[in-house]
């Protein structure tokens, strides 16, 4: 059987995205990782960077393209519509707010996740491709602006809170892992590479009318 390089990509969140895509469609894949790089920013927080192939059988390459189309990954060809054509989320929607939080928390090393589902904490275990699901969430018992502080220190805490309620008003409830460590380590990029983000302190889930939104505090070092 014929073997083609389908994408290359310095992305270990990404490319687990991708093969996680083609598993789901039926398309046998399989990454080939070439050394070890420098630390990249990704969208959800840090990740190790080197050369990842993602390799696929030949006779697949047109369902992969598909899929890597609608995954904003590959060009469609001129005159064809992928599942992302559609208009980005206006500043006014609550997608929009979550999206530049997450611009302005990012300079402060905390991510910021909107999740919609009602039960959003499996939205944020299939997001993350959590393996343990059995964690137990708690109320923050702190103040809403000790909570930021004690999320994202006192450097960026602040800053955040006040962001935050600028854009969306204070949560109705905070809640956060009864136990966090378990979280942390699969949320951390391990020796493979894997995980979406490479040191994670803490987290905390903010819960409003329709939607929740996930802070994740971590460090570039």
Known sequence: MEEKIIIKTYNSFEADQILASFQDAGIPAYKLEHGLGQLAEIA????R???IEIIIPEEAEDAADEILINMG???PPPG???ERDIPAWDDDTPQGKAALLDDFAMYYETAVQYLEEDDYLEEFYHLFFFTNREQKLIPFEENYQDAFIELCGDRGGKSIADKTESLFGRPKRMMVFESVNTVIEELEASSDG????YTVFDLMFCEYDGFTLCFIAGSNN
């Open 44 to 47: 959800a927080g840090m990740s």
């Open 194 to 197: 894997w995980g979406p983000f």
């Open 73 to 75: 990954l590959l060009e």
């Open 49 to 51: 960077t080197s050369l």
């Open 80 to 82: 064809v519509k992928s």
